[in-house]
């Protein structure tokens, strides 16, 4: 089937044609077709190619302005525009994983159906050509769209929790920002990768940045109401604690704060754990104690 993108069409056109110019492939990949299959807008648009990313790059760059920066070990380039928009493209790849949690070791694969299989969940191992006889064609070697549909978070494989933990919290994020559930295999091997104690095997720093992307989310309480099922908010602090007054906190910002003011005097230990520079740990302990003392 064809899925036409809802968004960002002239940019698309321009990526496609110079796509096409260098004798490439070009798909937008993950999260933006998943959010067109589900008839919304994207902001995270992700593109894949055949081949090295950077003839496409540079012209965007000429054509937008901006800069760009390579990730060699990734295969990866992000494009960052003058007008702050970020962008970013890779080259179809295979992952493997030398233990659980380690960052992956990335090779060129041959095809946009293989570079899928890396993927977390179904619902984001989905492509749309952007170029060529085949343009907008929806790669869906999956099932991806039968599960959106159907509101389920589906791992692509047993070992995928296990490989990179952080998938536990993506997908608690995902069930949160559209209402779906697990499936019940994904749910058996999310609690069974708790369990084995894997996402304790993440950097403070991953850590952070999940959390971070789940209290940045409009409502963040089912995703944390999930995680606290599954026992996997001790990962990020035995004391871990929130309450429905979190919402009314606008920003990711303040709801760390408040979220430090909820867990009382292990909230400073919590802060410490985030791994931010002195200066945000210092602004994020203040806005904590304003909190707790009726003030913020």
Request: hydrophobic share 45%; aromatic share 8%.
């Amino acid at each position: 089937m064809n899925l036409r993108p809802l968004n960002d069409l002239p940019l698309l056109e321009k990526a496609a044609g110079l796509a096409s110019a260098a004798g490439l492939e070009l798909y937008a990949v993950g999260g933006c077709a998943r959010d067109w299959a589900m008839g919304r807008q994207s902001e995270d648009i992700d593109f894949l190619l055949s081949g090295d990313p950077l003839p496409v790059v540079e012209g965007l760059e000429k054509e937008y302005g901006g800069r760009h920066q390579k990730f060699a070990p990734f295969l990866t380039i992000r494009f960052f525009s003058t007008a702050g928009r970020r962008l970013d493209f890779a080259r179809f790849r295979s992952e493997t994983y030398s233990k659980p949690a380690a960052l992956p070791a990335v090779s060129p694969a041959a095809s946009a159906a293989e570079d899928l299989k890396r993927r977390d969940f179904t619902c984001n191992a989905m492509a749309v050509r952007l170029n060529g006889p085949e343009a907008y064609r929806l790669i869906d070697p999956y099932k991806g769209l039968e599960d959106i549909k159907a509101g389920l978070v589906r791992a692509l494989h047993k070992k995928s929790f296990e490989d990179d933990p952080t998938r536990v919290f993506r997908a608690a994020r995902f069930c949160g920002r559209f209402g779906w559930q697990l499936e019940a295999g994904t749910l058996e091997l999310a609690h069974a990768a708790v369990r084995s104690g894997f996402p304790g095997l993440l950097s403070r720093e991953r850590l952070r940045n999940e959390l971070v992307k789940i209290l940045a989310e409009k409502d963040p309480l089912p995703a944390l109401e999930l995680l606290k099922g599954l026992g996997a908010l001790t990962f990020i602090h035995p004391a871990f604690a929130f309450g429905s007054a979190l919402t009314g906190y606008g920003t990711s910002t303040e709801r760390l704060a408040a979220i430090a003011a909820f867990m009382g005097p292990a909230g400073a230990e919590f802060i410490a754990g985030l791994r931010l520079s002195g200066r945000e740990a210092c602004s994020l302990a203040e806005r904590a104690g304003k909190i707790k003392g009726g003030r913020g």
